[in-house]
């Protein structure tokens, strides 16, 4: 069975210029978020969707956006990029609205590097 | 909002050892309680999680946590480390009961633990 997919794996990019990330959750998940995990910090919280409704985002700039599609995939926009943003951006999926029975899993996540 | 503290950055441990990794958490409120594991350029893996039940939780590869709701804590263990548990290692934590708004994890800032052979 096919976890959470994140493309692409590495992405090197300019600053000032736009990003887009993409995420497949797991199979029948419905919810997914996004968490910016700076090199050498924990994870930090950036945006839950379910069933295709943003439910929440953390404390980031509006420079940041996502969307779900009606596949509950999920794509994380980036404009404007800082050497700030450089950082592991993961994504993770769960059946329900909250971690259920068999909590959030996380995909490899995508590295971005802003120079 | 929660914040989770983990209170030792590094643990450096002998091969065969005990090892205890603290977290605590800052809301008596009702909570889930998560311990991730990350590898060096990889994402996060679930070691083991609280959502109900018996307070203490086991992984199948011998780690174990208790819930502690006095103490606000969830402290991860394991009798005898070996080699392949050197690993970057987050506690982490999300609300159980709330109605509106998202139902994400907080992060503690992770513990580096490193087994010496």
């Known amino acids: 069975d096919a976890g959470v997919t994140q493309s692409p794996t590495h992405l090197i990019k300019t600053r000032g210029q736009h990003v887009t990330l993409r995420c497949s959750p797991i199979?029948?998940?419905?919810?997914v978020s996004w968490y910016q995990q700076v090199l050498g910090q924990g994870p930090q919280f950036i945006f839950q969707y379910y069933e295709k409704e943003e439910r929440g985002r953390g404390n980031f700039p509006d420079r940041f956006s996502a969307r779900q599609f009606p596949n509950y995939s999920s794509e994380l926009n980036v404009n404007a990029l800082l050497l700030g943003d450089s950082a592991l951006y993961l994504c993770a999926s769960s059946l329900t609205f909250g971690p259920g029975a068999y909590g959030y899993t996380f995909g490899s996540g995508t590295r971005l590097t802003v120079v | 909002a929660q914040s989770v503290t983990q209170l030792d950055s590094q643990v450096p441990v002998f091969e065969e050892a005990p090892v205890e990794l603290r977290c605590n958490y800052s809301?008596?409120?009702?909570?889930?309680l998560f311990w991730y594991v990350q590898y060096p350029n990889q994402g996060l893996q679930l070691l083991l999680k609280y959502l109900s039940g018996s307070t203490l939780v086991e992984s199948i590869n011998g780690f174990e946590a208790e819930f502690n709701k006095s103490q606000t804590s969830f402290h991860l263990r394991k009798p005898s480390v070996h080699i392949s548990d050197t690993a970057e290692y987050f506690c982490a934590v999300s609300d159980r009961d709330h109605q509106t708004g998202a139902n994400n994890l907080f992060f503690g800032t992770g513990t580096r633990l490193t087994v010496i052979p």
């Open positions: 199979s029948g998940h419905k919810s």
């Open positions: 809301s008596s409120v009702s909570v889930y």
